[in-house]
């Protein structure tokens, strides 16, 4: 790194320390917490819907065991999608529905981007079910809604958790993409500062949305931890089982 | 969107013919270069964490940490380091390849069998035999499963470069959102697209091509 | 000292197609071996426990006893898969400590369970794999390859380029022995190879394995927890108990007549009368003359051909209401008949050991009564 790097690398810093600590930056419609606000919003409506649509179609699929070609394929395809381009169509797509710019286009382009993430793992969670234990089940004299609901539901919570877990990082850190189509969020702060050469504002919108994407995955950590009793998250391999994300960055 | 835009101006896309080829070039070039010195880096972590056990959590953690954050949000702290250069855009995207290659990779070798290995070392294979010779062949599904994943992402993140300079096929996006213009949202997102398809087959077939003991399950004897 | 030198040299031109293997077999001796593992207690156990026996060139060592006795760990001591605490483990009188890992191995045939032939290798791959590692030149690889598939009874031209993934799971088995046997190894490992198959496969694939080391002869040493085979295929069977202990060491017949404890007495069977008749064939013995010899009309008899063991015998002579049955020979012919009071006098005979002994002049492999509370453990706690 030459003189004239080194320059920017410090001055960059500064400029970020400088923006933080300007209080005019913190409240208001473009205030940090604003933003902050609008980002969360965004994620959680996208994951919602996104569970809302995955979750029901992974299980029973899932628990009929049919469709895993269906579903291999839907990861593969949403995978293949580029974000910007789904944001690209979405776009006129939201116009033509009325629903204009920012907020809808965005969830539109979030949503896929989390169903296939939550469909996989909804279903390798309810297949990989012990087949003794479901023959058990069934033996016992079990309907299949019951087996579900007693055996294979719980002990396939920590798989399930895992989707949701991806998609909802997934989601959030692809959120700050929406700034392109004038959506709120800690995106604008990237998009605002690229235009208007505001570095300051710019790598604060970085380093928020890298700690808020990061406070995202440890937040579902200890819901992990909490909300699995040990005795199943013994049974897993959570760790093999997680799928990588489609691209992770917005 | 504007109304009395069609959707599609054929003329338009004539007319920039050259230029889709250009973009095309550039995605693939981006694409090549970051998912090659990504799997690179990844191949020498992996020898190193086969020797030196004790990397394997840091690196994953380094890795995981770099994947989550957002692929705008890096590349925009990069461009006041680096500007808006192709460099830039593949730091952001060599970074992003990491995680997933260096976990394939370590999967691959992983998934070799115990008794393969016992025996391979059992009848006087050395260390580098072992994985040149069992462990990196038979690593082969896995790595190129890794691949995919890795490859096509890339195609994906290489969109969004649009923003700081490059772009590929994501010029056209960006340039159709900017100004409402539809022919060229659709001619960007579509491109992107086929051309994530494609690496996508290429990959596959590039697996089966390398596994010949894959080709055929068991015959009656 | 060149390590390698010290076991039969390949570089001579002794190969199959010439000599009948006189001697081909590496001697094993264990002096009082001794290995450790930690527990997650924080104790430390025994896997092998203060083993010592012999193994002559060219014989059968069957090592045998329930889950936890050591056996697979003595076996992975040859090959220095594991490590001693104590005590030595010699390949014809050389310290295997003393000798470079990787070449003793290419020199040891292993064959373990799973087999674990390389699923990304042809047949004729996996099984050239030691001469490959031994850099034989191609067209000597290409022949013993041929040689060995024929010897296991496989075709070589339909197998050599198949896959294992395309073959069953007997012929794998068998393409692993062929695998162990390629580079004409003097001593042969073997942990319990034909567990994963099915009687009828295992049966065969016993019948094959000792047809094989009598046409090559190597010293084996054969893992099993199941006491048939060990009295099917051993020249000398080792019994273990839960610790790593030796129970018991002498050939079969001995085992059945002479077991040396109570422990041994129960894990060689209750039947044990019964398996001493199956060392038996009925050649061994004198059968009574052919019925119409002497003129008279021959009640109808089942049969029992003459390549049969006794305790084959006696089930067809029970069948019948005469307890007697007819003994036919190969062409169906009847050559004599056998009756129930003639297998009962075998049972009455002193124990007949139908091998020679192993040449011990210490005396201690013959009938080795293995450690109770004795020898004190180099591992702590016992």
């Known amino acids: 790194m030459d003189v004239g790097e080194t320059e920017t690398g410090v001055s960059t810093v500064l400029a970020t320390l400088a923006w933080l600590a300007d209080p005019i930056h913190w409240h208001g419609t473009d205030g940090i917490v604003t933003r902050l606000v609008e980002h969360l919003a965004l994620s959680g409506t996208s994951l919602l819907i996104a569970g809302l649509l995955a979750l029901p179609a992974g299980m029973y699929l899932g628990h009929t065991g049919h469709g895993a070609q269906l579903v291999i394929n839907v990861l593969n395809v949403g995978r293949a999608l580029p974000s910007l381009a789904i944001l690209g169509f979405a776009l006129p797509f939201s116009f033509w529905l009325g629903l204009g710019l920012g907020f809808w286009p965005t969830v539109m382009m979030l949503v896929p981007l989390g169903v296939p993430l939550i469909l996989i793992n909804s279903y390798v969670a309810i297949r990989s079910v012990d087949r003794e234990v479901l023959d058990v089940a069934w033996g016992t004299g079990m309907r299949g809604w019951e087996v579900f609901r007693e055996v294979e539901l719980p002990l396939a919570v920590p798989i399930i958790l895992g989707g949701v877990r991806n998609a909802a990082v997934t989601i959030v850190a692809t959120a700050t993409m929406g700034a392109l189509v004038a959506s709120g969020g800690l995106g604008r702060y990237i998009v605002d500062g690229l235009a208007r050469q505001e570095t300051g504002r710019l790598v604060t919108g970085a380093l928020l949305v890298a700690l808020l994407s990061i406070a995202t995955e440890a937040a579902f950590d200890v819901l992990e931890r909490v909300g699995v009793p040990p005795a199943v998250r013994a049974a897993h391999h959570l760790d093999t089982l997680r799928v990588p994300g489609v691209g992770a960055g917005g | ?221 | 000292m060149n390590p390698s030198s010290s076991l039969p040299s390949l570089s001579s031109d002794v190969s199959l197609e010439s000599s009948p293997p006189q001697g081909r077999g590496a001697a094993v001796e264990f002096r009082h071996v001794t290995v450790c593992y930690g527990s997650d207690r924080g104790g430390v156990t025994a896997a092998v426990n203060d083993l010592s026996l012999r193994v002559s060139p060219g014989e059968i060592c069957v090592l045998v006893g329930p889950s936890g006795c050591g056996k697979t760990s003595t076996l992975r001591l040859v090959n220095r898969l594991l490590t001693p605490a104590s005590g030595q483990v010699l390949i014809d009188n050389q310290d295997v400590a003393s000798l470079d890992p990787v070449p003793l191995r290419r020199r040891i045939g292993y064959v373990i369970q799973q087999i674990g032939l390389f699923p990304h290798q042809t047949i004729a791959e996996n099984v050239g794999t030691v001469p490959r590692l031994l850099k034989w030149p191609a067209d000597r690889i290409r022949r013993r390859v041929d040689e060995l598939l024929a010897l296991i009874g496989l075709d070589p031209a339909r197998v050599r380029d198949r896959y294992p993934a395309q073959l069953s799971g007997g012929e794998r088995q068998r393409v692993g022995v062929a695998r162990a046997l390629a580079a004409e190894p003097p001593l042969l490992l073997m942990d319990e190879p034909f567990a994963a198959v099915d009687p009828i496969v295992r049966e065969r694939l016993q019948d094959e394995f000792l047809r094989l080391q009598r046409a090559l002869g190597p010293t084996v040493l054969f893992v099993t927890h199941d006491v048939d085979e060990a009295i099917k295929l051993a020249t000398h069977v080792a019994v273990m108990r839960q610790g790593g202990r030796l129970a018991q060491y002498s050939p079969p017949a001995e085992l059945l007549a002479s077991p040396a404890d109570e422990y041994v007495a129960r894990f060689v069977g209750a039947d044990r009368t019964l398996k001493r008749l199956t060392l038996i064939t009925l050649g061994d013995l004198a059968w009574g003359p052919a019925p119409g010899d002497d003129g008279t009309q021959a009640a109808p008899m089942p049969a029992v051909s003459s390549a049969a063991n006794a305790r084959d015998a006696l089930a067809a002579v029970l069948a019948s209401p005469t307890r007697e049955a007819m003994v036919v020979d190969g062409r169906g012919r009847c050559v004599g008949v056998v009756t129930l009071n003639m297998i009962a006098a075998l049972l009455a005979a002193p124990a007949e050991a139908p091998q020679p002994p192993s040449g011990d002049p210490d005396g201690r492999g013959r009938l080795v009564r293995g450690g109770g509370a004795g020898a004190e453990g180099i591992c702590d706690s016992e």
Do not use: K
């Not at chain 2, 889709?20 to 690179?40: K, P, Y």
């Not at chain 2, 949000?73 to 970074?95: D, N, Q």
């Not at chain 2, 072992?130 to 969109?159: F, Q, Y």
């Open chain 2, 1 to 221: 969107m504007t109304p009395n835009e069609p959707l599609l101006r054929w003329e338009w896309i004539l007319d920039h013919a050259d230029e889709i080829w250009q973009r095309l070039l550039e995605h693939v070039t981006l694409t090549v270069l970051a998912v090659g010195i990504g799997f690179a880096l990844s191949f020498v972590a992996v020898v190193l964490i086969r020797r030196y056990h004790y990397l394997r959590e840091p690196l994953t953690w380094l890795t995981g940490v770099l994947y989550t954050i957002p692929s705008l949000a890096l590349f925009a702290v990069l461009v006041p380091v680096t500007g808006l250069t192709r460099v830039t855009a593949e730091i952001g995207l060599v970074s992003y390849t990491l995680l997933i290659l260096i976990r394939s990779i370590l999967d691959g070798l992983l998934s070799v069998p115990a008794e393969v290995r016992e025996t391979a070392i059992g009848m006087g294979c050395t260390s580098g035999q072992l994985l040149w010779r069992v462990e990196i062949p038979l690593a082969v599904p896995v790595v190129i499963g890794g691949l995919r994943v890795a490859t096509v992402t890339t195609i994906g993140l290489v969109t969004v470069t649009a923003l700081i300079g490059q772009g590929g096929f994501g010029y056209f996006i960006l340039l159709g959102m900017q100004r409402f213009f539809s022919t060229a949202l659709i001619v960007g997102a579509t491109l992107s697209i086929l051309l994530a398809i494609l690496a996508d087959g290429l990959l596959v077939l590039a697996q089966h091509w390398t596994t010949p003991w894959t080709w055929e399950r068991r015959r009656q004897a």
